[in-house]
């Protein structure tokens, strides 16, 4: 089993870099950043999680909802886009157009203030005791 190193990776995004296992069948195996990141979103941007998994498109709220999932699994977390897409079930070509459409809108002082509060959030929720004894069982 091949797993990514943290060594180079931020401290708070760690967690992230080092949740994604790729597995002999070429699978991926999500843990507590990908939960953290999308309860997150989820709750910024009142989706519900199955829409957020959903192989087409969907609303644009839900869209942008994912986008912006995609976004801080990349730039935040430092994965790379090939990593994050298959982390979302996305190409990586996929998450370079969601994260330059959320480069985009953060020319807007809400949704920017928005995104640096889920990237200050996402790290602190994905290293609480409680989630990973919740999403570990």
Request: charged share 20%; net charge neutral.
């Amino acid at each position: 089993m091949l797993q990514t190193s943290a060594v180079s990776e931020p401290a708070a995004c760690t967690h992230m870099s080092g949740s994604v296992s790729i597995l002999a069948e070429g699978s991926f195996r999500s843990t507590l950043s990908r939960e953290a990141i999308e309860q997150a979103v989820i709750q910024v941007f009142g989706v519900a999680h199955a829409d957020l998994h959903r192989v087409t498109r969907g609303r644009a709220k839900v869209a942008l909802a994912r986008q912006v999932a995609m976004y801080l699994a990349h730039v935040a977390c430092g994965l790379s886009l090939t990593d994050t897409g298959r982390l979302f079930g996305r190409d990586r070509t996929t998450v370079a157009h969601a994260c330059g459409v959320i480069e985009d809108r953060r020319d807007d002082p809400v949704f920017d203030r928005a995104l640096d509060l889920l990237e200050w959030a996402v790290p602190a929720l994905a290293t609480r005791p409680s989630v990973s004894r919740a999403l570990s069982s």
